[in-house]
């Protein structure tokens, strides 16, 4: 049987398909419900019942243990995802490490002490380089990864700019967080609902991809580099959607919508938001979700 190719179109796998489910079935060979011939179901696994380990059926898991350990595998087993029952969270990260693919979300926070220590300040900044201190820095390896970014998107004739790279834990509580619940307050909500709409606009402290200096906003000529809902569409924005994984980045909450977080991102759609993952991981992504495929789904961790 020839070899199935995705880019062909699929009318003829579908009818190949509907064909060989026919002749199975007519032949009385279960499918879905276990072995008939046996008449047993399939005995769990370790491989299929622990959490986040290797499922056989992703196309995104290795399974030839001769294989070289792709970065996704690195990712899985370079952090501990799992989620303590009684705080729905996962144990805070502590240790800076090149595991440069963490996941960090609302169920997967970074510690209050937790900050890199090999950050640079990124030459291609909104108010000049170095001004705002720390906003203006990134992780050497987002740093440099984004500066060629930058500079190829200006061989198309685009200008981009970064608007805000790391932001402490405490930049976070103190001067975004915080300030949103009591704004909310402000305009006569209760503590509950005060709370509940930031949670919707802003990371809780620890909860903020930029603590972890490999995540970055990202502005535009087109709008004077301000952070806008519509920079997805001017011309920036979809070089970005374009071309960002080429350097490793990935749109990170493309999930959401302007006014509802993503259900598994957790986050409101930002299209100028950009995560660094490195080139392999940013790579398969969009070949696999052409940009629409969530951090949490590639790896698997849907909590
Ligand atoms: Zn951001």
Redesign the pocket.
């Known amino acids: 049987m020839a070899r199935y190719n995705p880019r062909k179109k699929n009318i003829l796998g579908y009818a190949g398909l509907v064909v060989i489910l026919s002749m199975a079935l007519s032949a009385g060979i279960g499918i879905a419900f276990g072995n008939s011939e046996t008449g047993k179901t399939p005995v769990p696994t370790p491989s299929n019942t622990a959490n986040n380990t290797a499922d056989p059926s992703d196309p995104n898991t290795n399974t030839d243990p001769n294989k070289e350990p792709t970065a996704r595998d690195k990712a899985l087993s370079g952090q501990d995802f799992t989620i303590d029952p009684a705080t729905g969270m996962a144990k805070e990260i502590k240790v800076v490490d090149d595991n440069y693919m963490i996941l960090v979300n609302r169920t997967h926070p970074l510690a209050q002490t937790y900050k890199p220590d090999d950050m640079v300040t990124v030459k291609y900044v909104v108010s000049g380089v170095g001004k705002k201190g720390e906003t203006d820095q990134l992780r050497k390896v987002a740093a440099e990864a984004f500066e060629q970014m930058v500079e190829a998107a200006a061989e198309d004739g685009i200008n981009i700019k970064m608007r805000?790279g790391f932001r402490s834990y405490e930049y976070q509580r103190d001067r975004l967080y915080d300030v949103e619940v009591k704004n909310n307050k402000g305009k006569g909500m209760s503590e509950e609902k005060a709370i509940a709409e930031a949670d919707k606009a802003t990371a809780r402290p620890g909860h903020?991809?930029?603590q972890t200096g490999l995540?970055?906003?990202v502005g535009g000529e087109s709008e004077k580099y301000a952070l806008s809902y519509s920079f997805g569409e001017t011309k920036e924005g979809k070089w970005v959607a374009e071309h960002c994984h080429e350097y490793g980045f990935i749109i990170?909450y493309v999930d959401g919508t302007k006014k509802e977080p993503g259900k598994l991102t957790g986050y409101v759609f930002?299209p100028?938001?950009i995560r660094y993952l490195g080139v392999e991981a940013a790579t398969e992504m969009y070949q696999q979700g052409g940009g629409k495929l969530t951090y949490e789904e590639y790896l698997g961790i849907l909590d």
């Open positions: 805000t903020s991809e930029h995540a970055l906003d990170r930002e100028w938001h």
